[in-house]
C-alpha cells in the first residue's frame, strides 16, 4: 500500500481502476487517517534468535530492514526464520536512535523514523480537545 497517493505502474503503463480508486482515496485523506492506515500495515522482517529485530550498523546508523511482503524479505534474506507485525507495533517497538529501512530492493525503499512518528503521534493527541464529551 502506498501512503504518498502514487500510482502502481502496469505493464503497458496503465492503471487499473482498483489503482485508480485507492489513489484517489488516499489523496482525499487527511493526514491523521493516513497515519492511522499506516499504522495497520503489515511489515515483515527477519526474526532473530532472541525477541526483537535484527539491527544493521551502517554508516547512517542503526537499521531495521522490514519489508511489505514475505516475498521481499525473501529476496533480502533467502529462507529464513521470519516474522511480521503492524506499524503501530514497530513505531512502540523499536529502540529510541534505530531506524527502520522498508523494501530496501524494492522500488520504492523509505526510512521509517519511529521517534518522529511517536512525536507526531504525541503532538497530534495534544492538539485533540479535552472537553469531556462536551463537542466544544
Sequence with gaps: MSMNGGGVERPGGRMTLADLVRQESVARMSEAEKLAAAREMRLYFQRPEQPGFLVSE???????????????????????AWASTTVGDIIELLPDGVRALVDPFGEHPFLLNAEALREVEITEGRDLPDDGGSGR
Excluded at 551502517?58 to 529464513?80: I, K, Q, R
Design 58 to 80: 551502517t554508516e547512517a546508523g542503526p537499521l531495521v530492514p522490514l519489508f511489505t511482503s514475505v516475498e521481499g524479505l525473501a529476496l533480502f534474506a533467502g529462507a529464513c
